[in-house]
């Protein structure tokens, strides 16, 4: 049943895809007076948020028919994801850029960007300390 799901959910979003390749291939990418690379990456957002969203979904609802106690850990790890980025967003800095010579971005762009890069920054040390750790404690149950 999951499979099906996945299935047809990837399937909608590829010809979603197709359809805003076709329809920006015959209006020239250049509606209301943006590049064709502006549009292709809002429509590029919009796909990933479409493909954020059905996964959430599909997870929420089949989680839920098949694990009701999961719904109450999956909201947990949702507030503590959440509380994660709100501590992130406000100790990042968002400091001017430094040798940059055209003109700085606004202050909220910069603790934005700030924030993204602390966030990959925690993501990668989580995942390289999950490998370390999981490979010990696969060699102390193997031995």
Known sequence: MYAKIAKYCSWALAIIGVIIL????????????GTPVDVLLRWGYILLGLAVAAVLFAAIVIGG??????????????VAIAAVCLVVYLISAGNPLVGYIGEQPDQQTLKLTDTLLNLTYILAGGAIVSIIVGEVISAVRNK
């Open 22 to 33: 076709i329809w920006g291939s015959m209006t020239g990418f250049e509606s209301n007076g």
């Open 65 to 78: 028919m098949n694990n009701p106690k999961g719904l109450v850990k999956a909201g947990i790890a949702l």
